[in-house]
T-cell receptor
Framework: RKEVEQDPGPFNVPEGATVAFNCTYSNSASQSFFWYRQDCRKEPKLLMSVYSSGNEDGRFTAQLNRASQYISLLIRDSKLSDSATYLCVVKSAGGSYIPTFGRGTSLIVHP | NAGVMQNPRHLVRRRGQEARLRCSPMKGHSHVYWYRQLPEEGLKFMVYLQKENIIDESGMPKERFSAEFPKEGPSILRIQQVVRGDSAAYFC???????????????FGAGTRLSVL
């Protein structure tokens, strides 16, 4: 099982739709979780960090399920500008500070 | 407060030449990470450094690749005798490296796109 797994998509949704991505992780000792978005040929940019059960920022909600070892990202009222690749990042407690990146989920929002 | 600065943004080298990629972390950040991304691929961790120390280089190829983060100046990723397979986007990220929430968030530079002819 890969350390961090994401459905690569693409998720193709109309404007205004609600879309959700899941990300599963294998290390039960993981403590820090992040969602980044990456536009084509650009650098990843932090979207949201999740340290407890979840986080909400406007149209974006991230939820953590430790029992099932996954985090989700929910995007409400999708905009064309939300089209991007969404990267799930997981970091374990202590020891090395190396985070593990998922391969990303591609989202395409169309008119 | 300037973000993570990488230069050059684009670098073209012929096979066998050396490539030097530079990364200046955000002000106050003492942790630097280098990643490589091939087209249509995910980010692949290469090396993690703190000032004057390599903490983890488990993702670095054993030959031709080296990295440093001197006491003064930017972090350097050096690729000797480049080959076509080295063509990729190389991203640098920095973090404060502090305990507690937010201390481990990584901020990325715009990347260096290396093309080997």
């Amino acid at each position: 099982r890969k350390e961090v797994e994401q459905d690569p998509g693409p998720f193709n949704v109309p404007e205004g739709a609600t879309v959700a991505f899941n990300c599963t992780y294998s290390n039960s000792a993981s403590q820090s979780f992040f969602w980044y978005r990456q536009d084509c040929r650009k650098e990843p940019k932090l979207l949201m960090s999740v340290y407890s059960s979840g986080n909400e920022d406007g149209r974006f909600t991230a939820q953590l399920n430790r029992a099932s070892q996954y985090i989700s990202l929910l995007i409400r009222d999708s905009k064309l500008s939300d089209s991007a690749t969404y990267l799930c990042v997981v970091k374990s407690a202590g020891g090395s500070y190396i985070p593990t990146f998922g391969r990303g989920t591609s989202l395409i929002v169309h008119p | 407060n300037a973000g993570v600065m990488q230069n050059p943004r684009h670098l073209v080298r012929r096979r066998g030449q050396e490539a030097r990629l530079r990364c200046s972390p955000m002000k106050g950040h003492s942790h630097v990470y280098w990643y490589r991304q091939l087209p249509e691929e995910g980010l692949k961790f290469m090396v993690y450094l703190q000032k004057e120390n390599i903490i983890d280089e488990s993702g670095m190829p054993k030959e031709r690749f080296s990295a440093e983060f001197p006491k003064e100046g930017p972090s350097i990723l050096r690729i000797q005798q480049v080959v076509r397979g080295d063509s990729a986007a190389y991203f640098c990220a920095s973090s404060p490296g502090l305990a507690g929430e937010g201390g481990d968030i990584q901020y990325f530079g715009a990347g260096t796109r290396l093309s080997v002819l």
